[in-house]
């Protein structure tokens, strides 16, 4: 028996067939035949490490950033990628390398805004097959 709050939800699956999400309630689990993942459906963050980035005029800089998102098919979730919070962390760090990248450095320190929006739009692109939406990029220093 599983008690799981309103902000989660829960797929069982059953011999390899996945049910229907299960929300907020009680259930009960069969220990020998049925298994469980649970999927919170709150906003979610994590701190993209320190990158070193090579910006457009040659400048080694370092630069860490928060991002904010949230699962909105947990189906989808589930299915289609292994671990949805490591993998969105480790795109979040290529993406801020590859973003930053492309400008120079008087960039970088000017448009914090445009970095954020295109980093934020990018990797929201990108999870979009994952069930993932990304609401929200900050770049910190």
């Known amino acids: 028996m599983e008690l799981f709050p309103l902000v989660m939800t829960m797929f069982a699956t059953a011999l390899c067939h996945v049910a229907s999400p ?4 009680m259930f009960f689990i069969l220990p020998c035949i ?3 993942v649970k999927i919170d459906l709150r906003t979610l963050s994590f701190d993209v490490p320190p990158q070193e980035v090579l910006s457009k005029d040659s400048v080694t800089v370092t630069v860490d ?3 904010y998102y949230r699962i909105h098919d947990p189906i989808i979730a589930v299915n289609n990628v292994a671990n949805v919070h490591h993998s969105t962390k480790l795109l979040s760090q290529t993406t ?3 973003v930053l990248g492309l400008k ?3 960039d970088m320190l000017t448009d914090r805004d445009g970095i954020s929006g295109s980093m934020a739009a990018s990797l929201d692109h990108a999870t979009d097959a994952w069930g993932v939406k990304v609401e929200r990029v900050e770049v910190k220093d």
């Open 104 to 106: 120079s450095l008087a």
């Open 96 to 98: 801020l390398r590859n």
């Open 34 to 36: 049925d298994k469980y």
């Open 65 to 67: 950033a928060v991002v």
């Open 22 to 25: 299960l929300l907020a309630g």
